[in-house]
């Protein structure tokens, strides 16, 4: 009714989405009517239509702790809702808000009361004016309730609609109206009127283009048309409660401990049978944990009214057989909705008696010790050892008036990844690394159909995620997935794995590489782009046609060069390896020295050749030892079976390959060499390029080359002759420099001959410069020994906030027990430095130039003390 209402307005009625969200990393489950359609509240996509209406399967996980304990909370509910992206806005959404409600579904007008946020006055002038509403039956509340914003972005208020269910469902207190806590009035259906842009320090500007988003729970409108007590007791509901109470024998509401498990497992199949067709799987993270956390709820409290053995999957036939007409895919997934189902319910039936004991004698241990609280290492051991969540431990516990120590759960938790973490690679029976592929049945195999064909479709066989066997891959998933046959090319030989896509209808795996295992497996590793997947599933198998054509090109290029190489270089080249992408190739092969440039040159020729001359490229499956006579090349220490792939090209190369070809070698284009250099003794390696990407190569050298022109202002076919004119510029400059470098350390000492001391018969020279680096002083100093024909040179020069020292010994000097280096190691602890050298000279630095003058009178005591 409400569907065919709103496409009676112009909405375009779109199915459910799924329960996983889109493209959404903030959401683990869709929990609302507008969670799906967001890209279009914030354009990041156009929708199919400005109007839209939805019956949106949701989950909400935020009070699962009192699902069961209350007669009014669940995990699962269908929302309403009508949506708006720029067009219609508050007077047609009210209007049609009060049209269904009053006209459509029945429901006495005076019995309805509507909600506004303080400040919308507008909301308040449709309410009044145009429905006829009285000023004091309209409520006005605050940002709390009335107001939706979710930090900065599109944000506005609201207008609720609820119901007064009578006298009966309330609370009996005088002032009792709308927005009392108690059952009597409910609220059933919320206007959301999106109008502004929060920046995030709580400014709001207008939205050019403003939205509407509603949202009804088709439950609670259930319990209103029905006037029935819940949620439990609505009709559709109600038939799953019942099946719960004859499976277990019991009556509801005889028991309020009873009805608490019954309405806990009533709400929990029901989220669980619809995650399980979305393609959730249980696992201990993410929306797999919530999963499981529910199904082992409903399984131990089954257990709690006395069930015995596997019950779910009944249930969930219930649950089926009351929804397949809103949701057929229910009743399409059947089978693996009853197989995950049962899988889960037996292995935690498996752990779960050993866990209940166990932890019965911990409440036991807690009793005698006079403690109310389970230490966290206890909560650890239940959970690592037995299985127990967390939160099922501390159910329990809190059935009992006990708690549990969470803070030191999680640091046992991460002690024991940090040993997973430190601990050696785990590895298999064969001493490989240990990893989720070790549990595929070994008889599961694959057969490769691709070398003549991109497409092929065939069956689901195996799903895994990174760590475990699932039966279902789901949107943003990775993992991997095995079928019967498959055109995608594992990698092998050289040749890197092919990537694609694998759809079932609307459902998308993305192939990001494919893996050849043991007992011929072929693995798709990848991700779900949207959708899911399930063992079982038809597929079609696409592989990405230009990476296998690149990839292709790259391979058979190989083969000529390694012909080309034997004809060049010797027959002693050998293949030692190779790599074959769709970018690149890598070749590596026997040789004992560095190719020349000519060699290089000649082998490309070759390869250009052979590809120019458009040789057929034919492959034939024939007997080792036929193989052999025909001359092909088989790769030294390779196992070959009884019958082996030989590759021809023309009569120019014949090789042993199981890889993919091109139909002939003129679809190669061309073949460029980039590197050739050794890997290892005696063997060289080549890396080289073929079709496009040789011309995206020379691209990007002409690039550079231009981009080189520019900077030296020039034309790019005159760049060497610029490059060498700049060279013999510099040249001539360089000289210069270090003539004009000469002169100012000269001029900067100016006539120290005049300084000259004499110390116990040998001459001194210590002086201080300006601004002269270490070559400087060098030169300087040479030219001042010189002057000084016997004796010893000190310099200090402060440059930049630094001291730079040098002291030079004749001689002459030196035979009377002068020493540079001892004189220069003493001199520059006076300036906050170190350094030393020969006899004859040395250097050091320093950090303080003002105590040159120190230093300078330091070394001349220095001296003194030196000379016998």
Same mark, same amino acid.
């Given at each position: 009714?409400?569907?065919?209402?709103?496409?009676?307005?112009?909405?375009?009625?779109?199915?459910?989405?799924?329960?996983?969200?889109?493209?959404?990393?903030?959401?683990?489950?869709?929990?609302?009517?507008?969670?799906?359609?967001?890209?279009?509240?914030?354009?990041?996509?156009?929708?199919?239509?400005?109007?839209?209406?939805?019956?949106?399967?949701?989950?909400?996980?935020?009070?699962?702790?009192?699902?069961?304990?209350?007669?009014?909370?669940?995990?699962?509910?269908?929302?309403?809702?009508?949506?708006?992206?720029?067009?219609?806005?508050?007077?047609?959404?009210?209007?049609?808000?009060?049209?269904?409600?009053?006209?459509?579904?029945?429901?006495?007008?005076?019995?309805?009361?509507?909600?506004?946020?303080?400040?919308?006055?507008?909301?308040?002038?449709?309410?009044?004016?145009?429905?006829?509403?009285?000023?004091?039956?309209?409520?006005?509340?605050?940002?709390?309730?009335?107001?939706?914003?979710?930090?900065?972005?599109?944000?506005?208020?609201? *207008?609720?609609?609820?119901?007064?269910?009578?006298?009966?469902?309330?609370?009996?207190?005088?002032?009792?109206?709308?927005?009392?806590?108690?059952?009597?009035?409910?609220?059933?259906?919320?206007?959301?009127?999106?109008?502004?842009?929060?920046?995030?320090?709580?400014?709001?500007?207008?939205?050019?283009?403003?939205?509407?988003?509603?949202?009804?729970?088709?439950?609670?409108?259930?319990?209103?048309?029905?006037?029935?007590?819940?949620?439990?007791?609505?009709?559709?509901?109600?038939?799953?409660?019942?099946?719960?109470?004859?499976?277990? +024998?019991?009556?509801?509401?005889?028991?309020?401990?009873?009805?608490?498990?019954?309405?806990?497992?009533?709400?929990?199949?029901?989220?669980?049978?619809?995650?399980?067709?979305?393609?959730?799987?249980?696992?201990?993270?993410?929306?797999?944990?919530?999963?499981?956390?529910?199904?082992?709820?409903?399984?131990?409290?089954?257990?709690?009214?006395?069930?015995?053995?596997?019950?779910?999957?009944?249930?969930?036939?219930?649950?089926?057989?009351?929804?397949?007409?809103?949701?057929?895919?229910?009743?399409?997934?059947?089978?693996?909705?009853?197989?995950?189902?049962?899988?889960?319910?037996?292995?935690?039936?498996?752990?779960?008696?050993?866990?209940?004991?166990?932890?019965?004698?911990?409440?036991?241990?807690?009793?005698?010790?006079?403690?109310?609280?389970?230490?966290?290492?206890?909560?650890?051991?239940?959970?690592?050892?037995?299985?127990?969540?967390?939160?099922?431990?501390?159910?329990?516990?809190?059935?009992?008036?006990?708690?549990?120590?969470?803070?030191?759960?999680?640091?046992?938790?991460?002690?024991?990844?940090?040993?997973?973490?430190?601990?050696?690679?785990?590895?298999?029976?064969?001493?490989?690394?240990?990893?989720?592929?070790?549990?595929?049945?070994?008889?599961?195999?694959?057969?490769?159909?691709?070398?003549?064909?991109?497409?092929?479709?065939?069956?689901?066989?195996?799903?895994?995620?990174?760590?475990?066997?699932?039966?279902?891959?789901?949107?943003?998933?990775?993992?991997?997935?095995?079928?019967?046959?498959?055109?995608?090319?594992?990698?092998?030989?050289?040749?890197?794995?092919? *990537?694609?896509?694998?759809?079932?209808?609307?459902?998308?795996?993305?192939?990001?590489?494919?893996?050849?295992?043991?007992?011929?497996?072929?693995?798709?590793?990848?991700?779900?782009?949207? +959708?899911?997947?399930?063992?079982?599933?038809?597929?079609?198998?696409?592989?990405?046609?230009?990476?296998?054509?690149?990839?292709?090109?790259?391979?058979?290029?190989?083969?000529?060069?390694?012909?080309?190489?034997?004809?060049?270089?010797?027959?002693?080249?050998?293949?030692?390896? *190779?790599?074959?992408?769709?970018?690149?190739?890598?070749?590596?092969?026997?040789?004992? %020295?560095?190719?020349?440039?000519?060699?290089?040159?000649?082998?490309?020729?070759?390869?250009?050749?052979?590809?120019?001359?458009?040789?057929?490229?034919?492959? %034939?499956?024939?007997?080792?030892?036929?193989?052999?006579?025909?001359?092909?090349?088989?790769?030294?220490?390779?196992?070959?079976?009884?019958?082996?792939?030989?590759?021809?090209?023309?009569?120019?190369?014949?090789?042993?390959?199981?890889?993919?070809?091109?139909?002939?070698?003129?679809?190669?284009?061309?073949?460029?060499?980039?590197?050739?250099?050794?890997?290892?003794?005696?063997?060289?390696?080549?890396?080289?390029?073929? @079709?496009?990407?040789?011309?995206?190569?020379?691209?990007?050298?002409?690039?550079?080359?231009?981009?080189?022109?520019?900077?030296?202002?020039?034309?790019?076919?005159?760049?060497?002759?610029?490059?060498?004119?700049?060279?013999?510029?510099?040249?001539?400059?360089?000289?210069?420099?270090?003539?004009?470098?000469?002169?100012?350390?000269?001029?900067?000492?100016?006539?120290?001959?005049?300084?000259?001391?004499?110390?116990?018969?040998?001459?001194?020279?210590?002086?201080?410069?300006?601004?002269?680096?270490?070559?400087?002083?060098?030169?300087?100093?040479?030219?001042?020994?010189?002057?000084?024909?016997?004796?010893?040179?000190?310099?200090?020069?402060?440059?930049?906030?630094?001291?730079?020292?040098?002291?030079?010994?004749? %001689? @002459?000097?030196?035979?009377?027990?002068?020493?540079?280096?001892?004189?220069?190691?003493?001199?520059?602890?006076?300036?906050? @430095? +170190?350094?030393?050298?020969?006899?004859?000279?040395?250097?050091?630095?320093?950090?303080?130039?003002?105590?040159?003058?120190?230093?300078?009178?330091?070394?001349?005591?220095?001296?003194?003390?030196?000379?016998?």
């Amino acid at each position: 009714m409400f569907l065919e209402f709103f496409e009676s307005k112009g909405h375009l009625a779109m199915k459910s989405f799924s329960l996983v969200p889109h493209n959404d990393k903030s959401l683990l489950l869709i929990n609302s009517g507008m969670a799906p359609l967001k890209p279009y509240f914030t354009g990041a996509e156009v929708p199919p239509r400005k109007r839209v209406t939805t019956c949106q399967k949701c989950i909400r996980t935020g009070d699962i702790e009192i699902v069961g304990k209350t007669a009014r909370h669940g995990t699962f509910f269908e929302m309403l809702g009508n949506f708006s992206f720029g067009d219609y806005f508050k007077k047609e959404s009210i209007a049609w808000t009060w049209e269904f409600l009053t006209e459509v579904i029945g429901l006495e007008p005076d019995r309805l009361y509507p909600s506004i946020y303080l400040d919308d006055e507008e909301a308040f002038e449709i309410w009044n004016k145009d429905i006829g509403i009285a000023p004091e039956r309209i409520f006005r509340f605050g940002k709390e309730d009335n107001f939706w914003e979710h930090g900065a972005g599109p944000c506005g208020p609201c *207008s609720e609609v609820y119901y007064d269910r009578g006298e009966k469902f309330g609370c009996g207190k005088p002032d009792c109206t709308v927005g009392c806590d108690c059952d009597r009035y409910m609220e059933v259906w919320n206007n959301v009127f999106t109008q502004f842009d929060n920046d995030g320090n709580g400014n709001y500007t207008e939205l050019d283009y403003k939205n509407i988003d509603t949202g009804m729970g088709l439950e609670r409108l259930a319990v209103v048309v029905q006037e029935v007590d819940s949620i439990f007791d609505i009709d559709t509901i109600e038939a799953l409660r019942n099946k719960v109470c004859e499976i277990a +024998g019991v009556t509801y509401k005889e028991k309020e401990e009873q009805d608490v498990s019954i309405r806990l497992i009533t709400d929990h199949i029901r989220s669980t049978t619809f995650m399980i067709s979305d393609g959730i799987m249980p696992t201990n993270e993410g929306r797999g944990y919530v999963l499981r956390r529910l199904i082992r709820r409903a399984a131990r409290h089954g257990r709690l009214l006395g069930i015995e053995g596997r019950f779910l999957a009944k249930l969930s036939a219930t649950v089926i057989e009351e929804s397949k007409d809103g949701y057929p895919e229910l009743e399409e997934k059947r089978d693996f909705i009853f197989k995950v189902l049962n899988q889960e319910e037996e292995q935690f039936n498996k752990t779960i008696d050993q866990g209940l004991r166990i932890l019965g004698e911990l409440v036991d241990k807690m009793q005698a010790e006079g403690t109310r609280e389970l230490s966290g290492e206890d909560a650890f051991k239940l959970y690592d050892t037995y299985g127990f969540p967390i939160d099922l431990t501390k159910e329990i516990l809190e059935e009992k008036n006990y708690t549990i120590d969470e803070a030191g759960f999680r640091e046992a938790m991460e002690e024991q990844r940090q040993k997973a973490r430190n601990a050696r690679e785990v590895t298999n029976y064969m001493g490989a690394d240990a990893t989720v592929y070790d549990s595929i049945d070994p008889t599961v195999t694959t057969v490769f159909v691709g070398y003549d064909k991109l497409e092929y479709e065939s069956e689901v066989t195996v799903l895994t995620t990174e760590t475990e066997l699932t039966d279902a891959l789901t949107d943003g998933q990775k993992g991997t997935v095995f079928v019967k046959e498959t055109p995608f090319y594992a990698t092998m030989g050289g040749q890197e794995g092919d *990537s694609g896509t694998i759809t079932v209808g609307d459902s998308l795996f993305q192939v990001e590489d494919t893996i050849k295992l043991l007992g011929d497996k072929v693995g798709h590793v990848g991700h779900i782009v949207k +959708g899911m997947i399930k063992t079982g599933d038809k597929v079609t198998l696409r592989v990405s046609a230009r990476g296998r054509a690149d990839t292709c090109k790259n391979h058979s290029a190989t083969h000529l060069l390694q012909k080309a190489l034997k004809t060049v270089l010797g027959a002693h080249v050998e293949q030692k390896g *190779s790599l074959v992408t769709p970018d690149r190739l890598r070749f590596d092969f026997a040789h004992f %020295q560095a190719m020349t440039q000519e060699e290089l040159d000649k082998v490309e020729a070759i390869v250009n050749e052979e590809i120019q001359k458009a040789l057929p490229v034919e492959t %034939q499956v024939m007997s080792l030892e036929d193989a052999k006579k025909t001359g092909a090349v088989a790769l030294f220490g390779e196992k070959y079976g009884d019958n082996v792939r030989v590759v021809s090209m023309g009569d120019y190369s014949r090789e042993l390959c199981g890889g993919t070809h091109v139909p002939n070698t003129s679809a190669i284009t061309t073949f460029k060499i980039i590197s050739e250099a050794g890997i290892a003794a005696g063997v060289r390696r080549i890396e080289a390029l073929t @079709g496009d990407s040789v011309f995206a190569y020379y691209k990007k050298i002409e690039e550079k080359l231009k981009d080189a022109a520019a900077m030296l202002r020039t034309a790019p076919g005159e760049v060497s002759e610029k490059i060498a004119h700049l060279q013999a510029e510099l040249k001539t400059l360089h000289s210069e420099n270090e003539s004009l470098k000469s002169k100012l350390a000269q001029d900067a000492v100016g006539d120290v001959m005049s300084q000259v001391q004499d110390v116990k018969g040998v001459k001194l020279l210590a002086a201080a410069v300006e601004d002269v680096d270490m070559n400087g002083l060098r030169d300087l100093g040479d030219q001042l020994k010189e002057k000084l024909g016997e004796g010893v040179v000190i310099l200090a020069s402060t440059m930049g906030g630094k001291v730079s020292l040098l002291a030079m010994a004749t %001689q @002459g000097a030196m035979d009377k027990g002068a020493h540079a280096g001892n004189l220069i190691k003493g001199t520059a602890a006076v300036v906050g @430095g +170190g350094g030393g050298g020969r006899p004859n000279m040395a250097q050091a630095g320093g950090k303080n130039p003002e105590k040159v003058p120190e230093a300078l009178e330091t070394a001349a005591n220095l001296l003194r003390e030196q000379l016998k």
